[in-house]
């Protein structure tokens, strides 16, 4: 079973436009970290935000927002008034401790001027 | 701000060469991994590495592999023999200590086995 789902495989919108990527994680750990990451054409991993399972405020950084949801394994990432250098590959990713990372199999976010 | 680096950037070999990609974790972190990602699929764990050894590694982490931290500040990645499906992004992260769970990841390898 995938520990990180992100069912939105290919997103496009007009530039302007709010844009919703959803994760949906699977844990038996209380304690556990989620990620965002941001993979632009030039293929680095551009680190976004980190959310711990206790925190479940949600977290507001410049058009950026994350809504975290226990109660349904959710921690989806809205982009506000998108813009054409947002276009890039994003993944979510869940860490259960001190070892590896479970990435997601990322959403392709396409931001047509 | 201190960076995980790596190199080369990018890796051209022939099917069945040996290489070694390169990773300069950031100086204070103790625990170091690899990824993979061919193109167009997701990151996937390869195997990860603290107090000179591995503490964990996946099922692609196969007897073509090996991992080394030759002297302080580097870390290795080594495929014996080169496969086609070895194509692919190699990432490298570091983490600081077991308490802090952020993984900080390089710029990536691009390898392109022909």
């Known amino acids: 079973a995938q520990k990180v789902t992100q069912a939105q495989t290919e997103i496009s919108v007009v530039e302007k436009e709010d844009v919703t990527l959803d994760c949906v994680y699977e844990?038996?750990?209380?304690?556990?970290?989620l990620f965002w990451y941001k993979q632009p054409p030039s293929g680095e991993l551009v680190f976004l935000i980190r959310?711990?399972?206790?925190?479940?405020q949600n977290e507001i950084s410049g058009r950026y927002s994350w809504n975290f949801q226990k109660s349904t394994s959710s921690f989806n990432f809205t982009i506000t008034a998108s813009q054409v250098v947002d276009s890039a590959v994003y993944f979510c990713?869940?860490?259960?401790?001190?070892?590896?990372?479970?990435f997601g199999t990322g959403t392709s976010l396409t931001v047509i001027p | 701000e201190p960076e995980v680096t790596q190199t080369p950037s990018h890796q051209v070999t022939q099917m069945g060469q040996e290489v070694i990609l390169r990773c300069v974790p950031i100086?204070?972190?103790?625990?170091f991994y690899w990824y993979r990602q061919i193109l167009g699929q997701k990151v996937e764990f390869l195997v990860s590495?603290?107090?000179?050894?591995?503490?964990?590694k996946s099922e692609i982490f196969d007897d073509q592999f090996s991992v080394e931290r030759p002297d302080g500040s580097n870390f290795t990645l080594k495929i014996r023999s080169t496969k086609l499906e070895d194509s692919a992004m190699y990432f490298c992260?570091?983490?600081?200590?077991?308490?802090?769970?952020?993984?900080?990841f390089g710029p990536g390898t691009r390898l392109t086995v022909l």
């Open positions: 959310r711990n399972s206790f925190d479940e």
């Open positions: 100086s204070n972190h103790l625990y």
């Open positions: 844990t038996r750990d209380t304690t556990y970290y």
């Open positions: 590495f603290y107090n000179n050894e591995i503490s964990e």
């Open positions: 990713a869940l860490n259960e401790g001190w070892n590896q990372f479970y």
């Open positions: 992260a570091s983490r600081r200590t077991s308490q802090y769970n952020e993984q900080f």
